[in-house]
């Protein structure tokens, strides 16, 4: 079985690709575990090959066709599709976030659709698709309102790869993720950046700027669960998923205040202090029009589960990461 | 004030013409009345200019640039979007479906924010966007979940327009037409053309197949009253739309019985006795998704009205259209 992830060389793909090298397998359309003989990492940047002889780096723009031509085949059984741009980026470039987030994503079914031989094409989309007066807790059926073009692009993304598969040109479903969180490395321009950054920054010793008030409330998933979903997810019987591809994953709804309160009972008093609160009208406004929690029954009936502690989490991230707390 | 109407030649775009041509002003963005200097009726084909001098037809495929750069200028400072392909063609021909419900709506938005005057445009949207499991009365909040490549492309419409709007780039507002009944003239490709056919063949002396059961229930609307609420949504003051720039159209919900019922009511047994039921599952399937009824208080609170009884369509159709009972 060949596997492509698109953002293959960005966190999360990088996770996703050790974890799939490392179980080895995948299950198919009919529910038997395949080794995985080829996985295809695409990126506009080169990633980590794991020194694997299974893995196939491949730097390219994805919205352009012949990118993703040479990338998917008829042997490309299945396909994580993560690449995007932030919504902070998409909210500065309207044109590339429109290039990269929808005319991209659909020229990649586009192609699938070509090929004819219906892979499993697996979309992340998110929060954001979400906004304007929400229930306390969303639904699955409270209607999208988007409040950022990085949110309308998810939805429209979402519909694209919903009539694709109702038409039976790809198995596809979309996992809506929460906001992960924490992610190593540095910052980056999504406006839920601050999200890792508050927790990430002090345990480096480092101080950490929040844009948001402390009682803003956030969706959020571990990196390790967002994996383990995304291979749940891609493996989801279709027939189980019926005329609606889309998923709400699980996560755990924490006020930012309450996340600090878990990094003060992980790591201490010191850590927490390293977080400076400087509200930024531009985030608040993306950040607030997002729900703070949605009901994920659905998800749960079809095995994907979620965290129980935020506190949990940052003990999770210092043992991936190897943190030293000072 | 110069006006754009794209599906010009059509029915509903021929009707709104003489409507506005009758009226001869239109509000603009500040609520003010304004002469209509300039009536463009851009179609596929060349539709009827009323010997009007304000009338200036423009014949052309409305997803070539080309076309939309010559029908759209500064002075261009309302735009009335009709121009589609049905619901029964777009899920025959899944790419003109694209082409024209997809990619030529973006593109005169995209013209539009190139122009960068900010202009009113007005898209049309339909029942089609709903589906799957829907409570007996869809809501402003009920989520989209479209079973048909018509569906899928108006939502992502009114998900296009909603961001132009946020951004600024135009002053943009979604119609949720309910099926248009009782059409003049011959059936069309659409899975609704039924809705009409039933009412206007008997009238006119001849057999009307019906493709779906009689229980089947519709949400339907006039012409009259949809092109009385044309106008009046492209009225609209934009801040009353807030942040969801949708709005689903009063309209009537009634079974295909009852509107047999109501053609035996105002035109004889005779008349309707000429209605042939056969079943057909394609547009069963189709049809069978849409609401049947939706809550209207937002529209009804912009002053948008729809019918009050279906005879009362019926009767309206036989005078507008000058109908002998025979």
Redesign the interface.
């Known amino acids: 079985m060949k596997v492509l992830i698109t953002g293959g060389a960005g966190f999360l793909g990088q996770r996703l690709a050790r974890e799939l090298l490392t179980r080895g397998v995948l299950k198919d359309a009919h529910g038997t575990l395949q080794a995985i003989t080829e996985l295809v990492l695409l990126d506009v940047v080169r990633g980590d090959d794991f020194g694997d002889s299974r893995v196939r780096t491949q730097v390219g723009d994805i919205a352009e066709r012949s990118v993703l031509e040479h990338a998917i085949d008829t042997n490309t059984a299945a396909i994580f599709h993560l690449a995007a741009i932030v919504s902070g980026q998409a909210e500065a470039d309207?044109d590339l976030g429109m290039r990269i987030n929808l005319d991209a994503s659909r020229l990649l079914l586009e192609i699938c659709r070509q090929r004819g031989h219906r892979p499993r094409v697996l979309f992340t989309s998110s929060v954001a698709v979400y906004?304007?007066?929400l229930?306390e807790v969303v639904q699955?059926?409270?209607?999208?309102?988007?409040?950022s073009?990085y949110g309308?692009q998810k939805?429209?993304a979402e519909?694209?790869l919903?009539?694709y598969a109702?038409?039976g040109f790809v198995d596809g479903r979309v996992l809506r993720l929460p906001t992960i969180s924490v992610r190593p490395g540095k910052p980056n321009a999504a406006a839920s950046s601050f999200a890792s950054g508050i927790i990430r920054e002090p345990l480096n010793g480092e101080t950490a700027v929040c844009p948001v008030a402390g009682s803003t409330r956030v969706w959020l998933l571990s990196p390790r669960k967002a994996i383990d979903n995304l291979i749940a997810g891609l493996e989801l019987d279709a027939a189980a998923l019926g005329?609606?591809r889309v998923l709400n994953l699980p996560g755990i709804s924490v006020s930012v205040d309450e996340m600090v309160a878990a990094l003060r009972e992980v790591a201490g008093d010191a850590v927490a202090q390293r977080i400076v609160w400087q509200p930024e009208e531009r985030v608040e406004k993306i950040v607030g029009s997002w729900p703070g929690r949605w009901d994920t029954t659905r998800a749960e009936k079809l095995g994907l589960v979620g965290e129980r502690s935020f506190a949990d989490v940052i003990r999770a991230y210092i043992e991936d990461e190897h943190i030293q707390i000072r």
Do not use: K
């Open positions: 309207f906004g304007g007066d229930p699955n059926d409270t209607a999208l309102n988007p409040q073009s309308a939805a429209i519909l694209l919903n009539d109702r038409r005329n609606q």
